[in-house]
């Protein structure tokens, strides 16, 4: 299991700080759209410079018609990121030519489909897809699978049903993650680390209890330390 640090700070400077402290970490780093948006490619580029070994996972949850998403991945690849994500629900057409585009790439990043937001609870899930989080996560990992994906983004809970049906070395990266207990803020399927554990994550993100915490050091090695 590796450890995700999402890089959500309110400024690059205080994005950097936290990069400079993890800096002999072996963390992967997640830039997500508000850090991408402002900081752009800059950023990436400025991560690699402070480490080479940090991995970067850029996490902008692409959902478009298949064409745009695949240009968009290939624009993705060519930022040398080492894994990206799309939406699930942006279906198996996207996907497929999404991966058809990727694997023209002699070393392509790992790419991963986001099933069901950690943020939704049953009620609004089902208000949106009819369906309970449980079961459609499961199709959308299926779809990921068929479609060549590495695996998916979902909540701890799902993870070791979406590999029953689809591989287990099907990855699974599981945000929602409060280590040792701590505030689930506006997330609604948290769970620990011994949770994640037990379900067989293979990436957990944590942002607010490392960037919130005096010492986020501390916390990063605590994690590292139970992994
Ligand atoms: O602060 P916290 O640990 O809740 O951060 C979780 C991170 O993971 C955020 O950057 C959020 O955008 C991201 N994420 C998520 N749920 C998903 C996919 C990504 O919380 N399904």
Request: aromatic share 8%; hydrophobic share 45%.
């Amino acid at each position: 299991m590796k450890l995700c640090v999402a890089l959500d700070l309110p400024t690059k400077s205080e994005n950097i700080a936290l990069i400079q402290k993890l800096k002999s970490e072996d963390v992967w780093l997640k830039v997500g759209l508000r850090s991408f948006i402002r900081d752009g490619e800059a950023l990436l580029h400025e991560i690699k410079a402070i480490n080479p070994h940090f991995k970067i996972f850029l996490d902008l949850k692409i959902h478009d018609i298949p064409n745009t998403m695949a240009d968009a991945a290939e624009s993705m690849v060519s930022l040398g990121v080492d894994m990206f994500n799309v939406h699930a629900s942006s279906g198996r057409k996207a996907m497929r030519m999404v991966m058809e585009r990727v694997n023209t790439f002699s070393n392509p990043p790992i790419v991963l489909a986001v099933t069901a937001l950690t943020s939704f609870d049953n009620a609004s899930f089902e208000a949106i897809y009819h369906t309970p989080i449980a079961q459609k996560a499961v199709d959308f990992a299926q779809d990921a699978y068929a479609s060549g994906l590495h695996g998916v983004v979902s909540s701890v809970y799902e993870s070791l049903d979406i590999k029953a049906h689809t591989a287990p070395s099907f990855l699974t990266l599981t945000p929602g993650i409060r280590p040792f207990g701590e505030s689930s803020n506006d997330q609604e399927r948290v769970a620990d680390l011994e949770t994640a554990k037990k379900q067989h994550s293979d990436f957990i993100v944590v942002g607010r209890p490392i960037y919130h915490s005096d010492d986020p050091l501390g916390v990063v090695k605590k994690i590292i330390e139970n992994i």
